[in-house]
């Protein structure tokens, strides 16, 4: 069993255990009109998961993960198979916001991104199969 937050395409994912728990994110719009600046579900979810103490917060993405260039416009682009917090944000990756990324690096919460798109990917990720980008200390 697993303790997880899986956040993407506007829902928030809570795994404790053998149970699952769906909460509706608000859209980007309400969210920006309730928080601070440069918070959005991402930050949401990484609370959730500090909150609940995750194992792992899964970024669900419309792609495998992070990659060297854009994989939609560029057909060279590389899978990032793991990076760590200060990289992505030095890099100034988009993934999630600064303030999500920067939450979990201070508590030491790793971060999968990964395809929700793709069929079985949660279920693969859950198993401990090795896709997408894990991103950590």
């Known amino acids: 069993e697993i303790t997880a937050v899986v956040s993407g395409l506007g829902l928030l994912l809570m795994l404790i255990g053998a149970g699952l728990f769906l909460v509706q ?16 579900t991402d930050s949401a979810a990484a609370l959730r998961a500090n909150e609940i103490g995750a194992e792992i917060l899964m970024k669900g993405t ?6 060297t260039a854009d994989p939609v416009s560029d057909g060279d ?14 890099r ?38 090795n896709i997408g980008t894990l991103i950590s200390q």
Not at 62 to 67: A, P, Q, R, T
Not at 77 to 90: C, H, T
């Open 25 to 40: 994110m608000p859209d980007a719009d309400e969210l920006s009109s309730q928080t601070a600046p440069g918070f959005s």
């Open 62 to 67: 419309k792609v495998d993960g992070l990659f």
């Open 77 to 90: 682009a590389v899978l990032i198979p793991r990076l760590g917090y200060s990289e992505v944000l030095k």
């Open 92 to 129: 100034g990756l988009r993934v999630m916001d600064a303030a999500a990324i920067s939450l979990c690096m201070e508590n030491d919460l790793p971060i999968l991104v990964l395809n929700l798109w793709q069929p079985h990917s949660l279920e693969r990720a859950l198993k401990g199969e």
